[in-house]
């Protein structure tokens, strides 16, 4: 925890809702960090939490196996909150009982406060219709131990929450994260001010200034680079870099012939007249496109162009001397990933960006944005100057138009896909819906089919447009686009592009499909 005086540790039990405590404690501008259920006591001693969560998660805890709080975990006299599976856990490690239960509860429940406690200040006041909490568990606690005591109940779980009866440990049953739980939020910001002591001072105009400083501090009189793409994640590092080390930073930005129309030049224009950093552009279009020439599958073109770019930008960076450093945009979600106890789940697509670089250079890492979720970014993208276009623009994938089309990447099919992508672009802005949108894009079909223009048969290819709604990227819903919207693409498309003469829309969420078609 580099930033901050005051935080609040989340112990990850595998649960679906782990990033999600730790954003709702970011969101009251204190700093949350999720660490593994079994992180070392040492470690926690050296953070110095104000307070630890525990997430939930799917075990339970009579199973061998079960994920356990580390021993030592309520000697640290730091508050605890578990929250479902934590709570069991604590009531497990503490000598009591829990089981499996007939009664399964899933869903809302209505509970009632029996004690008062720091946990539910403010609750007197709360009508009952309000008192809605969100359960999700299957085990309950049969027996609680003589050094707790029940602090609410619902129907349905009579050991609802509990809170030890002279140390700093508290537990629920239920989600507080999640907006089902109507309240939730007031018992979360109880536990981390009132219990916890934390001071909101976590802010991002504090994370830019902090991490600069750290940033100046480590590099010294060292150089950095990093891959850049124009994408948010990259420009936000790249701009955070560049205000702490300027010009010893060189970003480089590898054009790998997929591009957007215009792309190229105007992230130039961003890196070297907005921002002013020193930017090392190369254009490569030849040798990615080489390299995918008769290439179908779908992963064998991501592996393609991941490794193309690899090898691109290892021969850029060969040209600055005396590198020490490597800047990468990586993100919270990334990070967690890897932490969760899971594991990490399994790889539907190889997503090519800068992964495989560390292997690759000796370089030492940093990851300014490690600590962040996206949308924390494109606050700090703000704060920094970077504009609202900037800041929130759609996710584009690393290995760009090449996955957009489907059968081998040939220029004739770029530059069809390019041309309706500017399309797409122009009118979705324009119809007030693009920052509505997390993504909206066209795909090329390797497919032709009959049409009539101007009394002429035409036998052309088709576009697929693509508009989603999402959070994470992880699922996605279609966007119910009106129809006008719809008929002003297909027109446009039709008329202006050569070469296509039919566009349908994608009506599939994810899963079962991915955003992307390939
Ligand atoms: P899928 O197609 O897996 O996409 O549902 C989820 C999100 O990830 C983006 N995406 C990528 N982003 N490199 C990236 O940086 C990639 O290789 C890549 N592949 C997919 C996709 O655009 C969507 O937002």
Known sequence: MPYVTDSILVLDFGSQYTQLIAR????????????????????????????IVLSGGPSSVYEEGAPLPSEGLFELGIPVLGICYGLQAIAWQWGGEVAHSN????????????????????FEAIPENERKVWMSHGDRIENLPDTFEIL???????????????????????????????????????FIFSICGCQPSWTMQSFVEESAEKIRESVGKEKVIGAVSGGVDSTVMAALVGKAVGKRFFPIFVNNGMLRKNEAEEVIH??????????????????????????????EKRKVIGKTFIDVFVQEAGKIQDVAFLAQGTLYPDVIESVSFKGPSVTIKSHHNVGGLPDKMPLKLIEPLR???????REVGKVLGLTDDIVGRHPFPGPGLGIRMLDDVTPEKLEILRDADAIVMEEVRRSGLYR??????????PVRTVGVMGDERTYEQVIVIRAVHSVDGMTADWVRFPYDVLARLSNRIINEVRGVNRVVYDISSKPPSTIEWE
């Open 152 to 190: 609410a109940k619902t129907e349905n779980s009579p050991v609802c929450a509990i809170r030890h009866v002279d140390r700093p440990i508290w537990g629920l049953q239920f989600h507080p994260e999640v907006h089902h739980t109507v309240h939730g939020k007031r018992i979360l910001k109880n």
């Open 24 to 51: 709702r404690i970011r969101e009251e501008k204190v700093y949350s960090e999720i660490q593994p259920f079994d992180y070392p006591i040492e470690s926690i001693e050296s953070l110095k939490p104000k307070g």
């Open 436 to 445: 509505k949108v997390w993504q909206v894009f066209p795909v090329l079909l």
């Open 270 to 299: 961003l890196y070297r007249d907005v921002l002013h950093l020193n930017l090392i552009y190369h254009d490569a279009t030849e040798r990615f496109l080489g390299a995918l020439k008769g290439v179908i599958d779908p992963e």
């Open 103 to 122: 009664r399964r509860e899933y869903g809302p429940a209505i509970i009632e406060v029996l004690k008062k406690d720091a946990l539910f200040e403010g």
């Open 371 to 377: 600590e962040l979720f996206k949308d924390e970014v």
